[in-house]
């Protein structure tokens, strides 16, 4: 019987391994590999961020560069299809077509550096270097070491 579960979970784990994909890494742009997030959207597209070489979108055939900023620490899917990238200019705003900047002199945001992005239904959260703040679309509410009960103000993660 043990021999028979073995030999399921081989063939099991075979086929797993015959279904998954591989895309090859772009020829060209991210020479240094610092690859600091991927999102797969809801076009089944992959989206490649890095510090320090921007943004690359694979479409199925090849790799495309997208103008957000050099240095771009994570990427998230709104809920209407843009797409939101937290990077050492500030949260910026891509709808394949326009990009917008949130920034410290532009917004509410606390900080130009996002290292952090979580959509919650239609809020947007940001961790940054100086706190987290949440965009709701019109205000942006922030919180810090001196205003809420966090340890301190660099958000890596949520």
């Not at 103008?67 to 809920?79: A, C, D, E, F, I």
């Not at 797409?83 to 920034?103: A, E, H, M, P």
Request: proline residues 3%; hydrophobic residues 35%.
């Amino acid at each position: 019987m043990k021999r028979y579960l073995l030999v399921v979970l081989l063939l099991y784990i075979v086929k797993l391994n015959a279904q998954i994909d591989t895309i090859p890494l772009p020829a060209v742009g991210f020479v240094q590999n610092l690859i600091t997030d991927l999102l797969i959207d809801n076009s089944d597209q992959y989206w490649l961020t890095s510090n320090g070489q921007g943004v690359k979108k694979y479409d199925g055939n090849s790799w495309i560069s997208i103008p957000v900023s050099n240095k771009v620490y994570t990427v998230k899917q709104g809920p209407s299809g843009d797409y939101w990238f937290g990077t050492n200019i500030g949260l910026v705003k891509y709808d394949l077509v326009d990009t917008t900047v949130y920034n410290t002199t532009n917004s509410g945001i606390p900080s130009n550096g996002v290292l952090a992005l979580c959509f919650d239904n239609n809020d947007l959260w940001l961790g940054t270097i100086n706190g987290l703040s949440k965009y709701d679309g019109s205000n942006w509410t922030n919180y810090n070491s001196d205003n809420s009960s966090l340890d301190c103000d660099t958000i890596n993660g949520i």
